[in-house]
């Protein structure tokens, strides 16, 4: 199934989040339509069945974010992503799965996708995340961030600073670097040094996932 456009999208208030729904289900999609929709804040521009027919509706309506399932029949959630990433680097892809093994996990993120939620989670969160990543934040599904803790990490906490978790939460909550350094009155090479820093103590690979783990940990919330 190629892509396709909403009856809203034309004249959607260009102040909500505009959103593509991406699944191989066309039930699945129209409720997670149907979620979003009922928040003022988003607006459900398009929709598609197919990872090709994401990659064409990306290019044609530029959405602000993508609610991408990520098993599909051809061209899968993955790759998709990583095309339009690559092809629009401005736009946040949130991937929406029933799968919530750690690999998928894992691939999910280094595929450039900014959130990661289950389909079985409450209508709220999708809205959340949808709201998180527009702004600039990462999502992980709290379920799933527990996916990223490997078993020697159970065993003790890592030593996160004050100042670590602060910038890790102010991340979370959609704050660049230079937006950090300038609500904290540090510079962006600190704010830089203090991800790294945070990263290391929680042996994380990416921005993303550090933020996951600090979830998991209730480091932030």
Do not use: W
């Amino acid at each position: 199934m190629g892509a396709s456009d909403t009856g809203n999208g034309p004249s959607a208030d260009r102040s909500q989040v505009r959103c593509l729904v991406v699944d191989d289900h066309a039930a699945v999609r129209e409720g997670v339509k149907m979620i979003l929709t009922r928040d003022r804040e988003i607006s459900v521009i398009g929709e598609s069945g197919s990872g090709d027919g994401a990659v064409e509706m990306a290019d044609k309506r530029r959405p602000d974010v993508i609610v991408m399932d990520v098993r599909m029949d051809g061209m899968d959630g993955f790759e998709a992503t990583r095309k339009i990433i690559a092809a629009h680097p401005d736009i946040a892809v949130i991937l929406y799965t029933a799968h919530g093994e750690r690999g998928l996990l894992a691939e999910g993120l280094d595929c450039g996708a900014r959130g990661y939620v289950l389909k079985d989670a409450p209508p709220d969160d999708i809205v959340r995340a949808v709201k998180r990543v527009a702004e600039g934040g990462a999502y992980v599904d709290p379920t799933l961030a527990s996916e990223l803790v490997a078993p020697k990490a159970t065993e003790r906490l890592p030593a996160l600073s004050g100042r670590e978790r602060e910038i890790l939460g102010l991340l979370a909550n959609g704050y660049s670097n230079p937006e950090i350094a300038q609500r904290l009155f540090i510079s962006p090479e600190t704010v830089r040094t203090h991800v790294r820093n945070a990263m290391t103590k929680l042996e994380a690979d990416t921005r993303t996932q550090a933020v996951a783990l600090a979830l998991r940990y209730e480091f932030i919330d």
